[in-house]
């Protein structure tokens, strides 16, 4: 049976989170920032971000309410989550705002890190909810090859 109420507030705290630093990193200024960006071969454009990033956080969410509905949930798992949502909401403070290339790549890493221990966390709760992640690492790998090219070419 699903948990209705649980499941919206699930969904809602990641997308909560991305808006929210969205607003951080100076919102519409960073589509212009990013467009005169000198960037790696295969960067995507700008409009392709806020799409995958959407879909990202509801897939974390679907993922979080798969784990919490579990028993094999643990507060470990709680904890790893809310921070790698924590170091995600950062980064495009980091990287758009600051212009601190450097220091953004070193906050990815650290951040794909804690998502790929979130997904071995997930392992005992829910197969789907580890999938659901999965997306979510091959995107952060993508980001971290975008974010050094961008460093390294500034």
Do not use: H
């Amino acid at each position: 049976m699903v948990r209705v109420k649980l499941l919206l507030r699930c969904l809602v705290i990641p997308l909560g989170v991305g808006f929210l630093g969205s607003l951080l990193a100076g919102g519409s200024s960073m589509r212009e920032l990013y467009a005169v960006l000198e960037k790696p071969p295969f960067s995507p454009p700008g409009i392709v971000f806020p799409i995958v990033w959407t879909i990202l956080y509801l897939m974390m969410g679907v993922s979080d309410y798969l784990c919490r509905t579990s028993s094999g949930d643990s507060s470990l798992r709680r904890q790893v989550y809310y921070i790698q949502l924590a170091l995600s909401g950062i980064w495009p403070f980091i990287f758009f705002r600051l212009t601190w290339f450097g220091w953004a790549l070193v906050e990815l890493i650290l951040l794909l890190l804690m998502v790929v221990f979130l997904t071995f966390l997930c392992k005992r709760a829910s197969n789907l909810a580890v999938g659901l992640l999965v997306p979510y690492i091959l995107w952060l790998l993508y980001a971290g090859y975008i974010c050094y090219g961008v460093f390294a070419l500034s």
